[in-house]
């Protein structure tokens, strides 16, 4: 009896939950009669029924069965799969699941989980319902899975972000500085080629530089044209498309990270001999300049 009224509580609460799409509080509700049903069944002490009381007993069995196929049904709007597995391995089939109807007296029902089963039913062969996962298995669901959507959805973003800079760092041409590469002389008097050089973290040649003097490019509005000291005889001249995120007056005689050895590339009729080194805040569509050490 005391199972019965928690069972009812526990349905009267899942009912209401779902009704007004409050789905967590409708599985936490379901869960309840999952607890319930769990202590119920260990403090029968079945095993002891299972001989000194056979009546008693089957009752418990036939409760605990009753149990099971109301989670069953409560379930399946979470599990489907879970809730049909269950229903099979209780040798009945989804279309005799609880539809929770008024007027079919369903809700009711739930006040008497021992009569949700007919006396002499015989249960289908018992399996596991769920695999053991493995480490890790589960190390890659916490990875995909863990923290909020807008965390997960800001750790994709950035992921993709760093997939497309590694790509585009595949994809472009390192100079050596001006240094000759070194030749192989290849058999049969047939020319030398240059050694293709490996793209890596190493291989660039980020140097902290002096913004002598930024102006925004003749011939194009999102350009500025900078002369940067980078410690060798004469200032670089670098094109950055940064005027819609950093002011003018900010871009004068300031220190940046400059990338180096990238291949001079004209923009809007000006070559460009580096690259000025920026981050952006994909969230808050916001550009800045990396800023070296104050010491640098």
């Known amino acids: 009896k005391a199972l019965a009224e928690k069972t009812n509580k526990w349905v009267e609460q ?19 009669i999952s607890s319930d ?14 001989k000194e009381d ?20 409560l379930l399946e709007p979470f599990m489907p799969s879970f809730s049909n597995e269950v229903l099979l391995q209780l040798n009945m089939t989804p279309e005799e699941s609880l539809s929770f109807c008024d007027d079919k007296g369903e809700i ?7 009569d949700f089963v007919s006396a002499g039913h015989k249960i289908g062969k018992p399996s596991p319902l769920f695999k053991e996962l493995k480490d890790e298995e589960v190390e890659s669901f916490r990875n995909k899975f863990a923290g909020s959507q807008a965390e997960r959805s800001s750790k994709a973003q950035a992921d993709a972000e760093a997939k497309k800079v ?7 041409k390192l100079s050596d500085g001006g240094q000759k590469k070194e030749q192989k002389k290849q058999s049969g008097g047939s020319k030398s080629k240059n050694a293709e050089v ?13 913004i002598r003097k930024a102006q925004k490019h003749p011939d194009a509005d999102s350009l500025y044209v900078e ?12 094109v950055s498309g940064l005027v819609k995120f950093i002011p003018l007056e900010e871009m004068q005689n300031r220190k940046v990270c400059v990338l180096c050895n990238l291949k001079p590339v004209a923009m809007r009729g000006i070559k460009s001999h580096a690259m000025v080194l920026a981050a952006s805040m994909r969230t808050i569509q916001r550009v800045e300049l990396v800023e070296p050490p104050e010491s640098a």
Not at 14 to 25: P, T
Not at 39 to 50: G, V
Not at 108 to 114: S, Y
Request: charged share 25%.
């Open 227 to 238: 002369e940067i000291d980078v410690g060798e005889e004469a200032p670089r001249t670098v």
């Open 14 to 32: 899942y009912l209401e939950a779902m009704e007004k799409v409050k789905l967590k509080q409708g599985l936490k509700s379901a869960m309840g």
């Open 54 to 73: 056979p009546a008693a007993y089957a009752v418990v069995m036939k409760t605990s069965v009753g149990v099971v196929y109301l989670l069953a049904c």
């Open 166 to 172: 590694a790509d585009k760092l595949k994809g472009t």
């Open 108 to 114: 009711a029902k739930a006040k008497r989980p021992w």
């Open 198 to 210: 490996d793209v890596t973290v190493a291989k660039l040649d980020i140097r902290v530089g002096l």
């Open 37 to 50: 049903g769990n202590a119920y069944l260990q403090e029968s002490q079945f095993w002891k029924l299972y």
